[in-house]
């Protein structure tokens, strides 16, 4: 009986988390909105993001690091104000997060995830305090994914490949960044930004800023 009353809870508050209804933010750029969703498998990092939005944390930040085809990073302090050509990807609250890997949860087309420092300094893989990106990506073909999957040892579900074959993504981040959230809107902001020119260090000449909020 014990055992049975243990499964049903387990149930239950996993059935409770894909049910919850997910927080929706605004990330207000001058090229354009974008609305996206935080997961709620993964708590640690929706809760911080919604308590630095809550604090207008990123508001004045840029999109600071840029590559075309892969994706945009930003939410770096240190590039409020910022002077032009300097590199920028250093800053944060002064925390870091623990690492949050959902197997159903991968690089697809307009994710948000977690920028980190690399394996070398941070074996655990433990995600900053603030910094994320919004995944471009490219299309793979399926043949091309399942070669990738084979040589990395990663096992795709249908439902990746598919994705993967039709808007694309970066499925070799999978399983080493924690993605956290999804644009539901505005994905062509995106597009437009990775678009922009760029410095030796993948900063747009002209700065890309941002603001932030919950709208519901």
Known sequence: MKFLLSVF???FL????FSQERTTILISTSFGDMILELYNETPQHRDNFIKLVKKRFYDGTLFHRVIPNF????GDPDSKGAVPNIQLGNGGPGYTIPAEFVDNLYHKKGVLAAARLGDAVNPKK?????QFYLVQGQVFTEEKLLSFGIRSGKKYTEEQ??????????PHLDGAYTVFGEVVKGLEVIELITNQK????NRPL??????IRIIK
């Not at 996993?14 to 988390?17: A, D, E, F, N, Q």
């Not at 490949?161 to 970066?170: E, L, M």
């Not at 002209?206 to 603001?211: G, I, L, R």
């Open 161 to 170: 490949i598919k994705s993967y074959a039709t808007i694309g993504g970066t």
């Open 14 to 17: 996993s059935l409770s988390v």
């Open 126 to 130: 433990e995600s900053s305090g603030s």
């Open 198 to 201: 760029r410095d030796k260090n």
């Open 71 to 74: 994706m945009i990073q930003g």
């Open 9 to 11: 809870v387990g149930l």
């Open 206 to 211: 002209k700065d890309v800023e941002m603001s």
